[in-house]
């Protein structure tokens, strides 16, 4: 079984520029047009779970500064770049399956390609509900399931980009294998219904390559 922590320690140093070659440079812009769907109001709290090298934490501070902004993510060398990048932005490490915040905490949750990652899915569902405040939002964006010659160019694109630039090629096929095996964004939203988060709408983007899922919590 691979050890996912271990994976992503390994490929934090380049992951930021392989997202861009993978994507074309196109993963910041769909990111900002998703966020862009929230309902941000001044002074309200956001938390972005898996947040990486923190791109998603980043771009909601820009898009209003009056947001307090917290990232999580279990990989500490993930992190180190986050807080390098965005140093007035809130980095915990830990796991969003043990989320360190009271309940009703947050207006705003995010989890960008990340939720299929995650290993205990049930307890890191549990969790995002409990922290969030009734009526807060939440938006998971990640792959979708567009039609086969888009997928196949964009698993081609991903096996390139590993093979020119990654040391680890590995966690690149697993990239591929996990957007294979991933729910379809409908099951998605049935999933995160089955929780309590109330959807609200869904987004696609680039011939549904990408889908972004809205919810409340109810």
């Known amino acids: 079984m ?8 390994n490929i934090s140093r380049r ?3 392989l997202n861009n070659v993978i994507s074309l440079g196109l993963h910041k812009i769909i990111k900002r047009f998703a966020l862009k769907e929230l309902d941000i109001k ?3 709290s956001a938390l972005d779970l898996c947040t990486g090298t923190g791109d998603i934490a980043g771009i909601l501070s ?3 500064p009056t947001l307090k902004v917290t990232g999580v993510d279990f990989s500490s060398k993930m992190l180190k770049i986050a807080r390098h990048k965005y140093p007035d932005i809130t980095f915990i490490e830990s796991d969003c399956a043990d989320i360190p915040f009271e309940d009703n905490s947050f207006d705003i949750c995010t989890i960008f390609f990340g939720f299929r990652n ?3 899915k049930e307890r890191c569902l549990k969790e995002l509900y409990r922290v969030i405040k009734p009526n807060g939002q939440f938006l998971h964006l990640d792959f979708g399931k567009c039609n086969f010659l888009c997928n196949r160019i964009l698993d ?3 096996l390139i980009a590993a093979k020119l630039y990654a040391k680890n090629r590995y966690a690149y096929r697993y990239l591929i294998k996990t957007k294979r095996e991933f729910m379809n964004p409908q099951e998605v939203i049935q999933t995160f219904e089955k929780y309590g988060l109330k959807h609200t709408k869904r987004r696609d983007y680039v011939f549904g390559i990408i889908s972004a899922q809205y919810f409340v919590k109810g």
């Not at 691979?2 to 320690?9: A, D, K, L, P, W």
């Open 42 to 44: 001044d002074n309200q």
């Open 2 to 9: 691979i050890n996912r922590h271990s994976m992503f320690e």
């Open 15 to 17: 992951y930021d520029f």
């Open 62 to 64: 820009k898009i209003n």
């Open 156 to 158: 081609i694109i991903i």
């Open 118 to 120: 995650v290993e205990d």
